[in-house]
C-alpha cells in the first residue's frame, strides 16, 4: 500500500514538472497557428467532450417527452338525427316551422291531408247516428209489443181462473178451460221469442255500431297522423316538404331533428400509429369556428374507439377508424362554452398517445434519414 502511494505522489510531480515545463518554455517566432496544442489541454477537451456527451445521453434516456397526433374530426350528437317519416300519402297543408329551428317534443312540424279520409270520418260518423238513432226506434218498438203481449197474458191468466170457478160450478163446459190454457202457453212462447229477437236485434246493431266505431277510430288516427310532430327536443337539420299543395308518399321522410343535447367530436384515426391509442386518453380540441388563440381549447377524453378500420373517404388507400372524445370543458368558459358548438363543426384533436424518452426520438429521425439511403442500395 505504501508503494502504491509512493508511486502516485512521484506519478504527480512528473505531471506537476511537465505542466510547469510546458508553462515556461517559450515558443519559436515561427508560426504559431501551426504548432500543435499542448498535451494538458488536448486531454481536458477530450475529457470535456465525453462528460458531457455521457451526460446528454444519460439525461436523454431518463427524460421523457409526450408524444402527441393531431387528428382531423367534426363535433357529432351522441345520438343520430332522428328521421320523421310520413306514414300515409297526402298533400301538404301547412308548414309550422322552417330551417334550424329549434323545437320541442311534440311541436307541430307539418301538417297534411288526402281527398277521401274525412268525406269517409263523416260518411261514418252519419251512418253511426243513424244506426244509433234505429237502434233506440227498434226498441221503443219491440218494448212495446212485449208490454202489449205480457197485458195481454195477464188477462188471459184471470179469465183463466174465474173460467176454472165456473167449471166448478157447472156454468161452463170444460173445453173451454183447455181452449184458455192454449191460448195462454201461444202466448208465453209469443212472449219468449219477442224477447229473444229483441236481444239478437240489439246485439246486431251493436255489432254493426262497434265496427263503424272501429273504422272512426282508425280514420280518427288516421287523421291525427296528418299532423307530423317532432318525436324529440331538438334542431330542425332537415325540412324535405315545404311546399303547400306538396304530393307526399308513404314512408317520405319529412325532417331530420337533431338532439338538442349531448354532443361529442368524432375524429378518424390513422391505422399507423407509433402507439396504440387507448380508452381515457387525454386530448386538447381546436374548434375551427372558433380559433384557440381567441377562444382556448376544450378538454377531452377518448370514450371510444371503433374495432373495426374503415377506408379513408378520400382517394388514399389508407385505412382509419373512428375514435370518440367525450368533451370535458373549454379552457376559457367565459368565451367559449360547450353549448355554442353545434353537430357539424370542424375540429383538430391534439390526442396524447404515449411518454417516451428523448433519444428514441433522436433515434427515430435517424432511422428515418437514412430509409432513403438504404432503399436507393
Do not use: C
Not at 517566432?29 to 445521453?57: H, K, M, N, Y
Not at 218494448?143 to 176454472?164: F, G, I, N, P
Not at 378500420?309 to 373549454?330: C, F, G, I, V
Amino acid at each position: 500500500m505504501k508503494h502504491l502511494i509512493q508511486k502516485s505522489h512521484k506519478s504527480f510531480q512528473d505531471f506537476i514538472a511537465q505542466f510547469t515545463s510546458s508553462k515556461n518554455k517559450q515558443p519559436p517566432t515561427a508560426d504559431l497557428a501551426l504548432l500543435p496544442p499542448p498535451a494538458i489541454w488536448s486531454r481536458v477537451l477530450i475529457w470535456t467532450l465525453g462528460t458531457g456527451s455521457l451526460g446528454i445521453i444519460t439525461w436523454a434516456t431518463f427524460t421523457k417527452v409526450e408524444e402527441t397526433i393531431v387528428l382531423a374530426g367534426e363535433i357529432t350528437t351522441e345520438k343520430p338525427g332522428v328521421q320523421v317519416t310520413a306514414v300515409d300519402p297526402g298533400m301538404v297543408t301547412g308548414v309550422h316551422v322552417q330551417m334550424h329551428q329549434r323545437v320541442n317534443a311534440g311541436e307541430l312540424l307539418i301538417s297534411y291531408n288526402d281527398d277521401e279520409t274525412d268525406k269517409r270520418l263523416e260518411s261514418q260518423l252519419r251512418q253511426k247516428r243513424e244506426l244509433e238513432t234505429q237502434q233506440k226506434e227498434n226498441q221503443i218498438i219491440l218494448s212495446l209489443r212485449r208490454r202489449q203481449a205480457e197485458k195481454r197474458l195477464t188477462l188471459d191468466r184471470d179469465l183463466l181462473h174465474r173460467l176454472e170457478k165456473l167449471v166448478a160450478v157447472g156454468a161452463i163446459e170444460e173445453t173451454q178451460i183447455l181452449e184458455k190454457k192454449a191460448e195462454i202457453d201461444e202466448l208465453e212462447i209469443s212472449l219468449e221469442s219477442l224477447e229473444s229477437e229483441q236481444n239478437r236485434t240489439q246485439a246486431q246493431s251493436n255489432q254493426k255500431i262497434l265496427e263503424i266505431k272501429q273504422i272512426i277510430r282508425e280514420l280518427e288516427a288516421k287523421k291525427e297522423r296528418f299532423e307530423v310532430k317532432s318525436p324529440i327536443a331538438g334542431f330542425v337539420q332537415e325540412l324535405r316538404h315545404q311546399t303547400i299543395g306538396e304530393r307526399i308518399k308513404a314512408s317520405d321522410t319529412i325532417s331530420v331533428v337533431v338532439p338538442v343535447q349531448g354532443i361529442k367530436a368524432i375524429v378518424r384515426v390513422p391505422s399507423k400509429l407509433s402507439a396504440p391509442l387507448e380508452l381515457n386518453t387525454p386530448a386538447d380540441i381546436d374548434i375551427d369556428a372558433f380559433p384557440s388563440s381567441d377562444y382556448g381549447s376544450v378538454r377531452a377524453v377518448v370514450s371510444s374507439i371503433s374495432p373495426t378500420t374503415r377506408q379513408s373517404t378520400n382517394q388514399s388507400s389508407e385505412k382509419a377508424y373512428e375514435a370518440d372524445l367525450k368533451l370535458m370543458s373549454p379552457d376559457n368558459p367565459k368565451k367559449l362554452s360547450l353549448d355554442d358548438l353545434r353537430p357539424g363543426m370542424a375540429i383538430t384533436a391534439k390526442v396524447r398517445l404515449r411518454e417516451k424518452p428523448i433519444i428514441s426520438t433522436v433515434f427515430n429521425f435517424l432511422d428515418g434519414l437514412f430509409e432513403p439511403i438504404n432503399e436507393q442500395r
